[in-house]
């Protein structure tokens, strides 16, 4: 298996934005498989403590650049690379493609938005992540809960967020999870592509 790559451009941005973000000697730039956009795969790209890499976890240095890659993702990211694409944007080259059954949905029906679970993590969205993130023009959507995983659309300035807000999805995921601990997963289902400014797309051929 070929190991994730990162370009020497790409690896100036990320270290630039992670300077913002303080303490960036203890922590390294996170790429997880998401789930899938038709035939691409949609990744959730954060900063997080180096310490919480796992058992299995791809860990790789670049230069001063810590990359860690989730063991379920390890193989979807077989041989892909982080890079500058012409338009001065990060992308993500990848030579593997998604099954129909990577990252399919549940029916997020009516029913996803009415039962007890999704009540209760719809009123931390709009009580407590949503003012919290509106300072940056972004908000946070439930899509619906099924079988205790909550599906969670971003939209504003959070769709296609830069480096700056990596931490977005684990700032939700944590706190849904923190007053709703019945839930087990937050999944982020939100095209990034399509945003206003898309900070992670297919890279241009």
């Known amino acids: 298996m070929s190991d994730f790559r990162v370009t020497d451009a790409a690896v100036e941005v990320v270290l630039a934005a992670l ?13 997880d498989v998401a789930g899938n956009d038709g035939t ?13 890499v ?12 810590n990359v860690v890659i989730p063991q379920a993702s390890v193989e979807r990211l077989a041989g892909a690379t982080l ?11 990848n030579p593997n493609s998604p ?7 549940p029916d997020l029906g009516p029913e996803a938005l009415a039962n007890d679970l999704a009540l209760r993590v719809n009123a931390i969205l709009e009580e407590q ?8 023009g972004g908000y946070a959507e439930l899509a619906g809960v099924v079988e205790s995983r909550a ?16 931490t977005l999805s684990q700032g939700i995921a944590t706190a849904i999870q923190d007053a709703v601990p019945e839930i087990v997963e937050v999944i982020d289902v939100t095209n990034h592509a399509a945003g206003n400014n898309p900070y992670y797309q297919p890279a241009k051929k």
Not at 83 to 92: M, P
């Open 54 to 65: 796992a058992p299995g976890d791809l860990q790789q240095r670049f230069g001063a650049l």
């Open 40 to 52: 691409s795969f949609i990744y959730d790209v954060y900063f997080q403590e180096l310490a919480q």
């Open 99 to 105: 099954t129909p059954e990577v990252g399919d949905l």
């Open 151 to 166: 599906y969670v659309l971003m939209g504003g300035g959070c769709q296609g967020c830069g480096l700056a807000a990596m």
């Open 129 to 136: 992540v949503n003012p919290a993130i509106a300072a940056h």
């Open 83 to 93: 890079e500058v694409g012409s338009d001065g944007e990060l992308a993500i080259t």
């Open 19 to 31: 300077a913002d973000e303080g303490s960036s000697d203890t922590l390294a730039l996170w790429i």
